[in-house]
């Protein structure tokens, strides 16, 4: 079994900054893309950024240039600078780690959500 744990959420003025991290534990073999995601009320999850064990990324249009993924391999932890935030940030976020358990098999693990809110 492997757990992700957020933290680093809470309120914030727009044009604020933010810093959450995501640190994965457990029986861990070998943790590939990890990410965040984010749904508003009422609205679906959508994905803010991902990055690859090796350091690729990829973001949402809406967060681009103001957001920053990164990670640390040996600390199973990614981390979401959010600089500029916006009122439309506004949302809970969730971390995900896809888990290679075993060669050729792998399962996306969800974190339990952070709540970000974003005021003006």
């Known amino acids: 079994q492997v757990q992700l744990v957020e933290s680093g959420g809470g309120l914030v003025q727009a044009g604020g900054s933010l810093e959450l991290s995501c640190a994965a534990s457990?029986?861990?073999?070998?943790?590939?893309?990890m990410g965040w995601y984010r749904q508003a009320p009422g609205k679906q999850r959508d994905l803010v950024a991902v990055?690859?064990?090796?350091?690729?990324?990829n973001y949402a249009d809406s967060v681009q240039g103001r957001f920053t993924i990164s990670r640390d391999n040996a600390k199973n932890t990614v981390y979401l600078q959010m600089n500029s935030l916006k009122l439309e940030d506004t949302a809970v976020y969730y971390c995900a780690a896809d888990h290679e358990y075993t060669v050729g098999g792998a399962r996306r693990v969800w974190g339990q959500g952070t709540q970000v809110t974003v005021s003006s």
């Open positions: 990055v690859t064990r090796s350091g690729t990324t």
């Open positions: 457990g029986r861990i073999r070998i943790i590939n893309t």
